[in-house]
C-alpha cells in the first residue's frame, strides 16, 4: 500500500489549496479513504471521510462548508479542496486508509501553512 500526498504549501489568509493523494497497492475503489491533519503541538485530527464509491462525505466540524473531499475511482486518486483558509488550517495533512486484516496506511504528508 502506498499513498502519496501533493499540494500543499504556503497560501494567504483566505485563499484555496488543493491536496491530492495519489494510492496504490490495494483496490482503491473497494475502501473509504480519509483526510488527517496534525497540528504543532496537537494531536492529529480527523478532517474528512470519504466512502469507497465517493457518495457519502463526513467533516470534522472546523472545516464543514469550506473543505470538500472526493475521489476518483478510475484514477486512484483522493482529493482534499480546501477554501477560505485561516492559519488554523496550518498542519501537516496525511491521506489514510484502513484495510481490513491489513491495518491502517498512512502518506508521508503534505505540509500546508496559512500566513500572510
Known amino acids: 500500500v502506498q499513498l502519496v500526498e501533493s499540494g500543499g504549501g504556503l497560501v494567504q489568509p483566505g485563499g484555496s489549496l488543493r491536496l491530492s493523494c495519489a494510492a496504490s497497492g490495494f483496490t482503491f475503489r473497494a475502501y473509504g479513504m480519509s483526510w488527517y491533519r496534525q497540528r504543532v503541538g496537537k494531536e492529529r485530527e480527523l478532517v474528512a471521510t470519504?466512502?469507497?464509491?465517493?457518495?457519502?462525505?463526513n467533516y470534522a466540524e472546523s472545516v464543514k462548508g469550506r473543505f470538500t473531499i472526493y475521489r476518483d475511482n478510475v484514477k486512484n486518486m483522493v482529493y482534499l479542496q480546501m477554501n477560505s483558509l485561516n492559519p488554523e488550517d496550518t498542519a501537516v495533512y496525511f491521506c489514510?486508509?484502513?484495510?481490513?486484516?491489513?491495518?491502517?496506511?498512512w502518506g508521508q504528508g503534505t505540509q500546508v501553512t496559512v500566513s500572510s
Open positions: 489514510t486508509v484502513q484495510i481490513a486484516g491489513r491495518g491502517d496506511y
Open positions: 470519504i466512502s469507497s464509491a465517493g457518495g457519502s462525505t
